[in-house]
Nanobody
Framework: QVQLVESGGGLVQAGDSLRLSCEAS????????MHWFRQAPGKEREFVAA??????YYADSVKGRSTISRDNAKNTVYLQMSSLNSEDTAVYYC????????????????WGKGTLVTVSS
């Protein structure tokens, strides 16, 4: 069993940067592919980024202005986002998956409860 707790959300201005964190409890954190998803108001949850070992994957909507990273010693995964705009307003969820990464949310094994990011223009 893995428990995930996100932090770092809040109200930011358009153009700002933000770093989200997700701390995992439990053992064997390093074997999981870690993901970030987000769900904007009135929209379906969508894939944002994933990291498996040193390989990273990004949705086109955040590619080039986001960086996902992990610190296995701290059981933590991060999502650094810059040049935020109103379309980035969403609840951001951390998710863990055994094995390789995936972009479908129904493929995840564990979820956090989310952290809200609101971008003010």
């Amino acid at each position: 069993q893995v428990q995930l707790v996100e932090s770092g959300g809040g109200l930011v201005q358009a153009g700002d940067s933000l770093r989200l964190s997700c701390e995992a409890s439990g053992r064997s954190f390093s074997i999981y592919a870690m993901h970030w998803f987000r769900q904007a108001p009135g929209k379906e949850r969508e894939f944002v980024a994933a990291i498996l070992w040193r390989s990273t994957y990004y949705a086109d909507s955040v590619k080039g202005r986001s960086t996902i990273s992990r610190d296995n010693a701290k059981n933590t995964v991060y999502l650094q986002m810059s040049s935020l705009n109103s379309e980035d307003t969403a609840v951001y969820y951390c998710a863990a998956k055994v094995g390789t990464y995936a972009t479908r949310d129904d493929a995840m094994n564990y979820w956090g409860k989310g952290t809200l990011v609101t971008v003010s223009s």
